[in-house]
């Protein structure tokens, strides 16, 4: 894979080229963003971005570990996580863009016979 990492700074980057809000306000706008869904999640609650995704807690049962190195069995604690449910239009996006590098990694392997 190797891809490259999207960042804050790129998300800012991004909004000051489209929208045209100086950057720093740009990067105020990403901060305010990501600091509102961190709070929601962190309170408990699910976030849904339409044709993105969904962020939920879920709340994880204790369970019976086991640590790799010594074999010994170590108990987890419950706890509560986030997670990302993608939307099926993201879905989508994914599977089309895989489609079309596969499909271009074909017709690269026929040219180089």
Known sequence: MGGRTLTRADLAEAVFKKIGLSR????????????EVCSTIANGESVKISSFGSFLV?????????NPK???EVPISP???????????????????HSKRADAGVEM?????
């Open 109 to 113: 392997m026929r040219a180089a016979e």
């Open 24 to 35: 720093t306000e740009s990067a105020q706008l990403v901060e305010m963003v990501l600091e």
């Open 58 to 66: 879920r709340d994880k049962n204790e369970r019976v570990g086991r």
């Open 70 to 72: 010594t074999g010994e």
């Open 79 to 97: 706890r509560r996580v986030a997670v990302f449910k993608p939307s099926n239009v993201l879905k989508d996006r994914i599977l089309e863009a």
